[in-house]
T-cell receptor, first 118, second 112 residues
Framework: AQSVTQPDIHITVSEGASLELRCNYS??????LFWYVQSPGQGLQLLLK??????LVQGIKGFEAEFKRSQSSFNLRKPSVHWSDAAEYFC????????????????FGQGTILTVHP | DGGITQSPKYLFRKEGQNVTLSCEQN?????MYWYRQDPGQGLRLIYY???????QKGDIAEGYSVSREKKESFPLTVTSAQKNPTAFYLC???????????FGPGTRLTVL
């Protein structure tokens, strides 16, 4: 069974500093990988996704993530953090349903809460 | 605008009562999902549906029930059998042959 680990429960950075959120996954086949962001009391918003191809993927809000198969990692990065980036971030691995159906089960990590200091 | 709506945003219920959470999408997506979120535990899958009139249990289905009579709608009932129903509930949907799930704004259920 697949699993996702986000080692950092809480990260604090200063505004303007660079950011890296870690994500490690366990899955036997080629994974489908996602990063979502959630503001307090809100739903999840998709930041970016990796299905295949270029291992460095660009997302919204200036985020990027790099897929490293050898390390089973999909870390999220941003070169300069803004105060509005304060939120909780979730990494997820997806597995397609039987017969390649549209259903795809997502397994989520426990989340990393990002605090941004002015 | 296309999207997923959940209602109500906040819901209070007394112990022993069933309650139904609404989820509607106008994205023409085939698959719909219900997740439960508790602090520090990420999201856990309750039920999912790939097509109308068909649904499957997720990882934590006990004490919950669903129906899928229309493509656009996937209501979740939290029954009195659910021992710890206070949580944040999120609905999601995904399109044909696509893995990407899009989420609604959530419903916070509190049992008094």
């Amino acid at each position: 069974a697949q699993s996702v680990t986000q080692p950092d429960i809480h990260i604090t950075v200063s505004e303007g500093a660079s950011l890296e959120l870690r994500c490690n996954y366990s899955y036997g086949a080629t994974p489908y990988l996602f990063w979502y962001v959630q503001s307090p009391g809100q739903g999840l918003q998709l930041l970016l996704k990796y299905f295949s191809g270029d291992t460095l993927v660009q997302g919204i809000k200036g985020f990027e993530a790099e897929f490293k198969r050898s390390q089973s990692s999909f870390n999220l990065r941003k070169p300069s953090v803004h105060w509005s980036d304060a939120a909780e971030y979730f990494c997820a691995v997806g597995t397609r349903g039987a017969g390649g159906t549209s259903y795809g089960k997502l397994t989520f990590g426990q989340g990393t809460i990002l605090t941004v200091h002015p | 605008d296309g999207g997923i709506t959940q209602s109500p945003k906040y819901l209070f219920r007394k112990e022993g009562q069933n309650v139904t959470l609404s989820c509607e999408q106008n994205l023409n997506h085939d698959a719909m999902y219900w997740y439960r979120q508790d602090p520090g535990q990420g999201l856990r899958l309750i039920y999912y549906s790939q097509i109308v009139n068909d649904f499957q249990k997720g990882d934590i289905a006990e004490g919950y029930s669903v129906s899928r009579e229309k493509k656009e709608s996937f209501p979740l009932t939290v029954t009195s059998a659910q021992k710890n129903p206070t949580a944040f509930y999120l609905c999601a949907s995904s399109g044909r042959a696509l893995m990407t799930q899009y989420f609604g704004p959530g419903t916070r259920l509190t049992v008094l």
